[in-house]
């Protein structure tokens, strides 16, 4: 069972770059969202996913796309990375708060730390 | 600006002290969490409160919520090396039981 994957685990990029972290969950979890972490502080929530189908804008979602793909996947495209983007980046799934459980303890993945240059 | 904050933002004791870190947020809540983030790691989920709970305990871990001040604390006792993290209090709001908010986070260092 692993959990949230994320890929890459680095990245180096130039300014002006695109990509796409890639981000899969194998709990069936509703949520899912995407985080960046700078250097010793919090995470900032960028995007969520409440559920398939459905995408919204977090704190800090200037510079940023993303895409549920389906029920396991979400990615984040960073169309031109600036050098303001580089960070450690999170996603992470949840149950749904409202749920019949109502857990909405989130798993998050190991990161990957982007760096542009 | 975040949603929760915290306090202090780095603390540092001896070994078997307690260890209280606060958090104070902004908005109403479904619920609260604490996560323990290790150097270089992923997020790792502690304890989670629900709005009408006032106290919670997990082992060494006792949280408290008060709703009509709009704050927590995280209760470690008995502190050991392992504990040396970064912790972090998370809110859902009640308004958006699908988003996870995070804290600027407390930076704990247990000394031998």
């Known amino acids: 069972n692993a959990g949230v994957t994320q890929t890459p685990k680095f990245q180096v990029l130039k300014t002006g770059q695109s990509m796409t972290l890639q981000c899969a969950q194998d709990m069936n979890h509703n949520s899912m969202y995407w985080y960046r972490q700078d250097p010793g502080m919090g995470l900032r929530l960028i995007y969520y996913s409440a559920s398939e189908g459905t995408t919204d804008k977090g704190e800090v979602p200037n510079g940023y796309n993303v895409s549920r793909l389906n029920k396991r996947e979400f990615s984040l495209r960073l169309e031109s990375a600036a050098p303001s983007q580089t960070s450690v980046y999170f996603c992470?799934?949840?149950?749904?708060?409202?749920?019949?459980?109502?857990?909405?303890?989130?798993?998050f993945g190991q990161g990957t730390r982007l760096t542009v240059v | 600006s975040q949603q929760g904050e915290e306090d202090p933002q780095a603390l540092s004791i001896q070994e078997g002290e307690n260890a209280t870190m606060n958090c104070s947020y902004k908005?109403?809540?479904?619920?609260l969490q604490w996560y323990r983030q290790n150097s270089g790691r992923g997020l790792v989920h502690l304890i989670l409160?629900?709005?009408?709970?006032r106290e919670k305990h997990s082992g060494r871990l006792r949280v408290t919520l008060d709703t009509s001040k709009k704050s927590s604390s995280l209760l470690i006792t008995a502190s050991r090396a392992a504990d040396t993290a970064s912790y972090f209090c998370a809110t859902v709001p009640y308004s958006s039981a699908s988003k996870i908010i995070f804290g600027s986070g407390t930076r704990l260092s247990i000394r031998p």
């Open positions: 409160i629900r709005s009408n709970e």
């Open positions: 908005t109403s809540i479904n619920n």
């Open positions: 992470a799934s949840s149950e749904r708060g409202d749920s019949p459980s109502g857990n909405t303890e989130a798993f």
